[in-house]
């Protein structure tokens, strides 16, 4: 089954990818890595979430974000290499959660990108990863996701 045939069964719709707002680039290929900045959970060119976990937003609406998170670096990643197909692996991802100083879930909420990805690429889903807390993030997004994957050669 293909990447974008699990995609389709799966009900989950990438959407354009959101454009850059600062100083960088979404994607930077290097040897077989592709680098995915990080993502927010934005849809539309507008925050779909938005607040600290632990004072504005829940862990769950949370995991939620970092699920928008994951699904815009595959769309990232289809817009860079112009089909998913390319995808070997993920090899890391970081997730950086906005939270109050006692909030101690950043693992659970960046399991949100964790199983996308593992529902989207199957076995090549398993990666390395980290999931850091801090006190705020651009623009008020509560999570942002970063990548780096390995990929097939062009042929």
Excluded: W
């Amino acid at each position: 089954m293909t990447i974008d045939e699990r995609l389709k069964e799966k009900g989950i719709e990438l959407v354009d990818p959101p454009v850059p707002t600062a100083s960088y680039v979404p994607c930077v290929t290097v040897g077989n890595l592709v680098y995915v900045s990080g993502q927010g959970p934005v849809r539309d060119g507008k925050n779909v979430y938005e607040g600290t976990v632990g004072k504005d937003i829940t862990p769950e609406e949370a995991q939620k974000a970092a699920r928008l998170c994951g699904c815009n670096i595959l769309a990232q990643m289809k817009k860079h290499l112009g089909s998913l197909e390319r995808i070997k692996r993920i090899v890391n991802l970081k997730g950086y959660v906005a939270c109050t100083d006692d909030f101690k879930g950043q693992a659970v909420v960046v399991n949100g990108a964790s199983d996308l990805m593992k529902e989207v690429l199957g076995d090549n889903g398993a990666h390395t990863r980290c999931a850091l807390g801090t006190n705020s993030l651009p623009t008020g997004i509560p999570v942002e996701v970063e990548a780096v994957f390995e990929i097939y050669e062009q042929r």
